[in-house]
């Protein structure tokens, strides 16, 4: 289902797919999740990005493209049958999410769109086995 909005002179169009609503703006062209469906990405999860090589840049490093991350990015790939073009799956761990962009630890941050991620594994805090305080006696 698809509806146009029009409001102080730009179009949004809303588009509900399940749980998520998906709002796009006309103006900038982009999509932002609006309302993250429960089981979300969170801060601490590891999540991957399926970048696409561009060219080797040296021995030991390659230059990738990162889907909706419009700034240079390289790596260190010591693998010797890699080729411009080959995919590959980037991880690390969710630093920050906002407005449909989630921010990713792959050394440096890299902000990307929240829809080009894929989940790997969600974060689980610490359980203590004592507790925090002593029992009063």
């Known amino acids: 289902m698809t509806a146009a909005i029009y409001n102080q002179g730009f179009c949004q169009s809303v588009m509900s797919i399940g749980k998520h609503k998906l709002k796009v703006d006309e103006d900038s062209r982009r999509a932002r999740l609006n309302v993250m469906a429960k089981g979300g990405i969170n801060i601490g999860d590891e999540v991957a990005i399926t970048a696409i090589v561009r060219k080797r840049v040296t021995e030991d490093r390659v230059s990738v493209l990162?889907?909706?991350?419009?700034?240079?990015?390289?790596?260190?790939?010591?693998?010797?049958?890699?080729?411009?073009?080959?995919?590959?799956?980037?991880?690390?761990?969710?630093?920050?999410?906002?407005?449909?962009?989630?921010?990713?630890?792959?050394?440096?941050?890299?902000?990307?769109?929240?829809?080009?991620?894929?989940?790997?594994?969600?974060?689980?805090?610490?359980?203590?086995?004592?507790?925090?305080?002593?029992?009063?006696?």
């Open 66 to 137: 990162i889907p909706s991350y419009h700034q240079p990015h390289s790596m260190v790939d010591t693998s010797p049958n890699i080729s411009s073009g080959q995919k590959i799956e980037l991880r690390g761990d969710v630093t920050r999410v906002n407005e449909g962009r989630v921010t990713i630890n792959l050394g440096v941050p890299v902000t990307v769109n929240g829809d080009t991620v894929r989940l790997v594994t969600p974060y689980k805090p610490p359980t203590r086995k004592t507790p925090l305080v002593d029992k009063p006696t």
